[in-house]
């Protein structure tokens, strides 16, 4: 039976500050990328989603990023590789004692915004970050764009790591996300997101931009909890699979990419 | 054999800051009390004094604050308990994970500066601080000021707790420290500290400011390293307690103040 | 004819973070008091407030506060009254080059939350709070809880001030805010409200929580713009103060209460 | 008579972390660029930084950059243009309230670290800063290195330009800086660099890396005022431009490169 894991970003409230839908979409999802304090997030944001995700049985990541509250840690900040290594070590820190306070288990690591996406394509900021994780538990899953160089530098390192792809985003031929700035990267009929996630989820593939099948095999599938209508999203998401006997789970180390020749 | 902890607080440069001789004074002290972000340090600050504290045998502790960087967390804010517990939950984190990226223990927690002092006077809020560390990790030892309700608090909920004393401070008969405003307040010669500190450590007793013998009975006594001889001043401590025939060793859950009636 | 400013908290967004309801609430008020980065705001939403401001025809105000982005300047800070001064100083200057940038005039200075209540009963914060702000221009007008010492520092040193009243907030009978932990602290009916806007604004007068008439004379009344209903409750005060024929203006230096006997 | 402007960048401690050596430079240089607190600084440091150049008759210039401070604005940010004009602004108009508090003029503006580097070569960046700036006055004087895009996009608002050089930096024969990971590239005996001083302000020209004679005719030399040494240094090349009968003073609007052709 396919199974695949569904997660999505949280915990990005910061002090007075409100952002996302996190109890509306909690009952939908597997996993949380719960942000660290750097891009959004502060301690008490943290242990009341860490406490959100224990009632609902979704499984707890951390979600560090560069320290860019005002960019929302989407600016690259060409910081040294080893800054960046440091920055994780202490985000996963942050997070992993306010799991232990409400008695869960960190699960997963993923990267927020620019640091994922440049890591994606610069092998030494990937090791460095993925050096940065396993320091602290070597057990811990580091989720990466699937086929890009985070899941390599994981690897490499013998860090689990899992494949992600983005439900709502379109690809190119060559397996990559078409970039935001072009038309159609962002698909929004709830419906067309739904069965693309089944088609990932089952077969692999997605249907490229330009109409070619894509080999797509990822662990998880990334959903957005800051678009209106995140929840009804994820809870169609979670229809069609169970529509199509897909099993939706958190990761399970013996089942990732890392596992498979060639992920 | 009488035996005494000497800590003091590192790692608290920021970024292209420098501040404090760290590795003057390694070198003399059992016990470190490392920076977390939020009054000072930062990730690679962080992760460089453990490596320093490894190297030299110094235990590491976590010295969390309010967040200030701007007022080096020396300033009263009155956030809710609730919000502090959060921030030393946060901060014990971040170190945690460094001490477990050097293969070394977190073995206790000094709260720093206005806090520190707050929670000396507050119940509520040192619970709340005790509360903070032991969801995290119950083993951790919590350091408060002697004879004030941080050792209280730590107690109540079964947390082990070491009083402290400070070396250079002059103390009032009831053993409360003499407020910094007042004359006399901090003791500059390096001899009288030495000297004090071995009888704090040996005989339990203090000479106040009025003359006064007063009973005062630490786990571990602090030194500063901010300021200038810092590192000749710790020197002088350790060679008057080896003359003295008085261990100087880390904190040791087996005998600490908590488990001392009346402590 | 009776004379009313209306002012209102704005500019209160960060980076990613939407807060408040600038836009919807702009054309029903006539000062707004404009968030300058210390607890919230950041320059992109100033430059963006200070543009609609211009475009609404709506007096531009400082509103600055403790450095306290976490807390939303909401929680005291015992920063010394020479902090306290150079920060306002350092705020008014920041939105003044907006004001510059955009061609309209800085009027006033109003702080905000925790600064601005410990100023209220705190002489010596509130003498370094108006010099913070005389130093940049003596021309400003320093707005300040009617009544309190943030009126009374103004004046010493020669500040224009204008006293404010709360259009939403129960009064006691000696002038002072029922505390908002007290039951009926805020009124929520946007009748009463507008009414009690008239009534102060052409009387100088409310009906204090006991029901005594206490005399409340101000020069501006504070909607706030980050409740539900914001904008309509700040249409229906605009809609009775037309119906009782008092006009609403931005504040007016000639018309101060600075210039009243007993102000 | 030859005239040249010596500036050195101040105000750069922050809180409780003391930085660079304002004090015992103070004489000898003609210009300060002050921190405005975003890579550096603090409101009550700008206020004292302002006060001692009032003291020693130092002309006072804002020093914006990058919002970095863990990274000390030496870090490349990708913020948009827009972004970094209102940094700018915002800067400049809370150090303008810190001269308007001493009574001094705020006569230039020179960017920080990464910002002027990026900007130096990227045309689009430029021009957002220099309107940046030319908003809140468009007298001030916008610093930028000799020949590069800083200079051609505040010619190209109409802003006042000064051409900047740097004393103790080696340069290409192309007339760029060498850059600081290859060897030479910093001089570091005061003899030299006191030499090149005078040579680039009398004859408008410094001898390259590898020999060849550039013309280099700055409005301004900078002197760094972190480096061991930088008093004594600062003092060596005021002596030998007094002795080469050169003036220093600060930057002129008369005088500056943006008056002469090709500047």
């Excluded at 949280?10 to 109890?23: Q, R, T, V």
């Excluded at 929302?72 to 985000?91: C, H, K, S």
């Excluded at 996630?197 to 909890?225: N, Q």
């Amino acid at each position: 039976m396919a199974r695949i894991d569904i997660n999505c970003d949280m915990g990005e409230s910061f002090g007075n500050y409100i952002y996302g839908a996190d109890e509306a979409i909690a009952g939908y999802i597997t996993s949380a990328n719960v942000a660290c304090g750097f891009h959004a997030g502060d301690p008490s944001v943290m242990s009341r989603t860490v406490a959100l995700c224990r009632e609902h049985g979704v499984a707890v990541g951390a979600h560090p990023s560069f320290p860019d509250l005002l960019g929302f840690g989407r600016r690259e900040i060409n910081a040294t590789p080893e800054e960046v290594r440091d920055y994780l070590t202490y985000q996963v820190g942050a997070l992993m004692a306010f799991t232990r306070a409400h008695g869960v288990r960190l699960v997963h690591v993923k990267a927020h915004g620019a640091v994922y996406n440049m890591a994606a394509q610069d092998k030494r900021l990937a090791l460095a970050m993925a050096q940065g994780v396993a320091r602290v538990d070597p057990a811990l899953i580091f989720v990466g764009l699937a086929g890009s160089l985070l899941i390599d530098a994981a690897r490499e390192i013998g860090l689990p790591a899992a494949a992600e792809a983005f439900a709502d985003r379109a690809y190119n031929p060559d397996g990559s996300l078409v970039s935001r700035r072009l038309p159609g990267a962002v698909i929004h009929d709830p419906a067309a997101v739904a069965e693309r996630v089944v088609r990932m989820a089952r077969d692999g593939t997605v249907v490229s931009i330009t109409g070619e099948l894509v080999t797509v095999s990822p662990d998880t599938i990334c959903v957005h909890g800051d678009t209106p209508g995140a929840a009804e999203l994820a809870r169609a998401i979670r229809q069609e699979l169970a529509a199509a006997g897909i099993e939706a789970g958190p990761l399970d180390p013996l089942l990732l990419c890392t596992r498979r020749p060639g992920c």
